[in-house]
């Protein structure tokens, strides 16, 4: 057998059925025998980043582990920032890179790139095969890698030569072996039983979940939880989900762009209940702040995560849902008190605002409130990343787990039409809605091609505020307004120095690109407003259409993400806006 | 506080492993002190000593981390344990003239050390032993004139009746 059909048997033996890709000379062989099976569905996307974020999209929304296969040299180096995006938010994808012939290695042949030693940093693991016999092996592992322990991505580096030559005997091993490599699922009993202990004795015990919680489908045991003891709590971006927005003792997202109630939670509670989280530093502000009066208990799956961030007084290495389940059995029952009062007394009195009343212009949190109304519990959202990412956090009802595909870890721009696209070509009759903005759809605009040829049924909404708006909000709050580098608008005609359009009447404020047709010269409908009273009319339009749709919502430029924590600064010090 | 500790690592044979371990320490800033590997009884395994100055917090982070490679087996920081063997080896090479000769073979003998080369203005010599009496030798070489040695880093063992292999 060749080793190309080789490599195709051990996808398929992995239940692979689908692909995103691109193809080139060192990976001409593989695709040639895509073109003898109907047994992958392929996706050829416009760019190898695309692909990269398509197989992460896809993975987040089926749990399945994301394929992408590309060519050696640029076609490997165009999934780099894929491949950490994907380590950062610990998603399972396999990335397959076709190499230079074995004989040309560390030649500088053309197209040769050294990718093991590119990805080491930025996957899980790599591979470089070297042997055409080691192809079901290795791919048997890259796939227990992805997938296992804490998911992230693999990489597989195979030189073209290797794809043509004949093996007689194959064998396909049934299980892997891997001595360095037995990720601990269940919880050290004792360990439990002294967070019992902490919950029974805590006066202000919070529970802090994250994206652990989704990979490990622990939402049941989580509410159950919840529901026997009542403690308050807050979920990381990665987490939203995991719990429906509205339930019952759920304060929200903590962090930066967190509310109010989380924030001052942490910073008042006496026990801690972190759940597959990593205390990213967009959470804890300077880490000698963060939980100052609290016992922190830590519970994951990886081990080098406990203690990393913040120091764990109990700590749990474990899976979250065997864990969660362990603790439900033993936890005794809490009543809610003077402590679950006080943290909704903050909820309610910092509810998440903004006042489109008195607005003659679309705000952007208006839009993404209104989409509210015409989604299912089902729904997919992806996002971008910037001020829109955290409006969608805030304002986006999270109904369910893996429903919500942003870049949390790297906050990738260009992360959200690949990634829409990827979780649609799996899941092809739920409904998908990207929120992204003007900035970050430009950086993987080509997939407007890949949805209308293939008919993949995307919605997207672009909230254009004219500027890289995140960048914009630190310069007005921390840069005195300088608005260096950060007006997409900008052209020949300003003036040196701009403080903003609102400041300037001479400003051009030319409106390029032109997104509805750009939409539409790639196949897609373009719907556009900048009218509020447009907004619900062109959303039911667009959301309705059966096909996909870029609605653009041209919105008020310089408004800001609130309630806010500076970089630098603990978690109670918040600017809330006006 | 940054102290001395030495690493032992349990490795799968691997290609790149080295990389990875070396990448790994790089990417947090950590000077390698000295490291020296081979393979061991079974050759599916590699067995790694690292020697690193680093605070007690920045180590036991990082063993976490070499722990998390796919290849590694097992990760241990024998700083704080009695019960292991530790060797290292050296080959120098010594100034000597007509006044210094035996001076330096004296020495050469009270260290059980072995002379490897002798010529007019050199001895090179051979030493193994802990890494204090390695230290202490080419101290009281040096005056003679040290012209340049290679020192293997440290390598380990656990003593008999010790179930951490
Ligand atoms: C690839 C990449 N480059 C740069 C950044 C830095 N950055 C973070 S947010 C942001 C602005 C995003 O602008 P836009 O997509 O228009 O969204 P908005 O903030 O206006 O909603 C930038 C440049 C990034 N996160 N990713």
């Known amino acids: 057998m060749k080793g190309s059909k080789i490599l195709l048997e051990s996808l398929l033996k992995e239940n692979v059925d689908t692909i995103f890709g691109y193809p080139g000379g060192s990976v001409i062989p593989i695709f040639d025998e895509f073109y003898n099976t109907n047994k992958i569905k392929f996706l050829l996307t416009r760019h190898e980043q695309g692909a990269a974020h398509a197989a992460d999209g896809y993975a987040r929304v089926t749990q399945k582990v994301g394929v992408c296969i590309v060519t050696s040299g640029p076609g490997a180096t165009n999934t780099i920032t894929g491949i950490a995006n994907a380590k950062l938010d610990s998603i399972p994808i396999v990335v ?124 049941k045991e989580l509410v159950e939880l919840i529901k026997k003891t009542n403690i308050p709590t807050v979920s990381t971006m990665m987490g939203l989900g995991s719990l429906p927005y509205d339930s019952e003792n759920y304060l929200g997202m903590p962090g930066m762009h967190g509310v109010v109630s989380a924030n001052y939670a942490i910073a008042e509670c006496d026990l801690l209940i972190a759940v597959g989280v990593r205390f990213d530093d967009r959470i804890t502000g300077p880490r000698d702040t963060f939980a100052k009066n609290s016992v922190v208990a830590h519970i994951d799956i990886d081990p080098a995560e406990i203690g990393k961030n913040i120091f764990a007084d109990i700590p749990i290495v474990g899976d979250a849902k065997s864990v969660l389940k362990e603790l439900n059995e033993k936890v005794k029952n809490r009543k809610k008190d003077d402590w679950n009062k006080k943290t909704e007394k903050w909820k309610n009195e910092n509810p998440l605002k903004y006042d489109q009343k008195n607005s003659k212009k679309i705000l952007p949190q208006f839009v993404i409130n209104k989409v509210n109304e015409f989604v299912t519990d089902d729904t997919i959202i992806a996002t971008d990343v910037g001020q829109h990412q955290m409006w969608s956090a805030q304002f986006y009802h999270h109904q369910k787990p893996n429903r919500y595909l942003t870049s949390g870890g790297l906050g990738t721009m260009g992360y959200g039409l690949p990634a829409a696209m990827g979780a649609s070509f799996g899941f092809p009759k739920k409904q998908v809605i990207l929120f992204s903005g003007d900035g970050s759809i430009q950086m993987n605009i080509q997939e407007l091609a890949t949805l209308a040829l293939n008919n993949i049924n995307v919605k997207i909404i672009i909230l254009n505020n004219s500027f890289l708006g995140m960048v914009r909000q630190w310069q007005d709050l921390f840069w005195n307004k300088n608005y260096s580098a950060t007006c997409l608008r900008r052209n020949s005609e300003c003036k040196a120095q701009c403080k903003g359009p609102e400041n300037d009447d001479d400003c051009p404020n030319l409106y390029i690109p032109d997104f509805v047709k750009v939409a539409e010269a790639n196949g897609v409908k373009g719907l556009r407003t900048d009218k509020v009273e447009e907004v619900e009319k062109i959303l039911k339009e667009g959301l309705e259409y059966d096909g996909p749709v870029l609605m653009e919502f041209l919105v008020e430029k310089e408004e800001n993400v609130y309630p806010m924590v500076p970089a630098g600064k603990m978690n109670n010090q918040i600017l809330l806006g006006d | 506080m940054k102290e001395k500790h030495t690493i032992i690592l349990t490795v799968m044979n691997r290609v790149g492993i080295l990389a990875r371990i070396s990448g790994l320490l790089a990417q947090r800033g950590f000077n390698i002190e000295s490291v020296i590997g081979a393979l061991t009884e079974d050759p599916d395994v590699y067995k790694i000593t690292l020697v690193l100055y680093e605070s007690e917090r920045a180590i036991e982070q990082v063993t976490k981390q070499l722990n998390k490679l796919i290849d590694t087996i097992k990760v241990i920081d024998i700083s704080h344990k009695n019960n292991y063997i530790i060797r290292e080896y050296i080959i120098i090479k010594v100034k000597v003239n007509q006044n210094t000769r035996s001076d330096v073979i004296e020495l050469i003998d009270v260290f059980k050390a072995k002379p490897l080369d002798i010529s007019q203005t050199h001895i090179i010599t051979e030493l193994s032993g802990n890494v204090r009496k390695v230290d202490r030798f080419i101290d009281l070489m040096k005056p003679y004139g040290v012209s340049n040695y290679v020192r293997s880093g440290e390598f380990a063992m656990t003593e008999f009746n010790n179930e951490n292999k």
Do not use: C, W
């Open chain 1, 96 to 219: 397959i890179s076709g190499q230079v012939p074995s004989g040309n290695l560390g030649t500088d042949a053309f197209q040769e790139t050294d990718m093991v030693g590119l990805t080491r940093s930025i996957s899980k693991h790599n591979y470089l095969i070297k042997e055409v016999e080691n192809i079901p092996k290795i791919i048997k592992e890259a796939f227990y890698i992805a997938k296992n322990g804490r998911p992230g991505p693999v990489t597989v580096d195979i030189p073209v030569d290797l794809m043509m030559q004949e093996v007689k005997n194959v064998k396909y091993p049934t299980k892997v072996e891997l001595p360095g490599f037995k990720p601990n699922i269940k919880g050290n009993p004792k360990q439990v039983d002294k967070l019992v202990n902490a919950i029974s004795e805590a006066k202000k015990p919070l529970l802090y979940i994250g994206g652990g919680v989704i990979i490990s489908k622990a939402e």
